[in-house]
């Protein structure tokens, strides 16, 4: 009662599409682990088929605060069925839209944190570091926050791009840059956000003390299935509307090691010119090499 009364230091948002199986547990994961911070959690069910909504209304009822036999007695629960499926992106900003929290934490409904006070540890870090989003590690995960990496970083380092399985996001800043862009469905949203966090002179960053569990990829199959068409072909599709809207030299800014094949060890190290900027490969060889020359090694 008395956590349902504070004011929401993080609204929590999880977008789900079918496969109640998986978010049921996402949601009680969430009610069980986090204790210490004031929150709000949000789902959206965007048109699911199967036995979410009658879930959803289920685990309502069991955070009603004068219901002795309630399961997550007094945590501050809402849902919303939408008719339509939204997708990820214009979900998540259904859900926030009426937000005042300090900070927004985007979940996938097949993410379990895994890791004592991971909420808590999340924002320490991006208050401590000037995160204006700071994610997690995962072994199911685009790019640096893979777990198998943690031996070759910091605990804590900045990063060029966050995935949006799981990302914490101070909420001033997410509005400043217009949140998430609706013309992305569902894929590369997370790298369009964070280009644009970079853009405007943002840091984001990874804390590697905070491991959450993820499935990767269920919602999105079933989505790929129903177009007839395969996940992998699903995020081409995404990787050139990216493209298409940033330049291509993208792809080499947020995928530069696997350009030079450079060891882990050097990731953090390379792709800061002498002026500040971050390196972006140019086109040709002879281009490239004296590029390379130019690099400031940190």
């Not at 839209?97 to 895994?114: M, Q, T, V």
């Not at 990829?217 to 068409?229: D, N, P, T």
Request: aromatic fraction near 14%.
């Amino acid at each position: 009662l008395i956590r349902r009364a504070m004011k929401p230091k993080v609204d929590i948002v999880v977008l789900c599409y079918n496969r109640c199986d998986l978010t049921l547990p996402c949601l009680q994961q969430v009610a069980h682990s986090v204790k210490q911070t004031p929150y709000r959690l949000s789902v959206v069910d965007n048109a699911s088929k199967d036995r979410t909504a009658s879930m959803l209304r289920w685990f309502k009822a069991n955070t009603r605060w004068y219901f002795p036999w309630a399961k997550y007695r007094g945590v501050n629960f809402r849902y919303h069925v939408s008719p339509v499926n939204m997708g990820f992106a214009r979900g998540n900003n259904f859900a926030v839209a009426d937000s005042r929290a300090e900070w927004l934490l985007f979940i996938n409904n097949d993410c379990y944190p895994k890791t004592e006070f991971w909420l808590e540890r999340l924002i320490d870090c991006a208050e401590q570091n000037g995160f204006a989003m700071c994610g997690p590690t995962s072994e199911a995960v685009l790019g640096i926050q893979q777990m198998k990496w943690n031996d070759q970083f910091p605990m804590v380092h900045e990063a060029k791009f966050l995935s949006g399985l799981c990302l914490l996001v101070r909420r001033k800043d997410f509005e400043e840059v217009g949140g998430w862009d609706e013309s992305f469905f569902n894929g590369d949203e997370d790298l369009d956000l964070s280009i644009r966090m970079r853009l405007a002179g943002k840091k984001i960053g990874v804390n590697r003390a905070v491991y959450v569990e993820h499935l990767g990829e269920r919602s999105m199959a079933l989505v790929a299935k129903e177009r007839g068409i395969t996940v992998r072909q699903w995020y081409q599709k995404t990787r050139h509307q990216l493209l298409t809207k940033h330049g291509v030299h993208w792809q080499h800014d947020l995928f530069w090691w696997e350009n030079f094949r450079t060891p882990p060890s050097e990731w953090p190290n390379i792709g800061v010119l002498p002026n500040g900027q971050y390196f972006q490969f140019p086109g040709n060889a002879q281009a490239q090499s004296a590029a390379v020359g130019e690099l400031r090694f940190v």
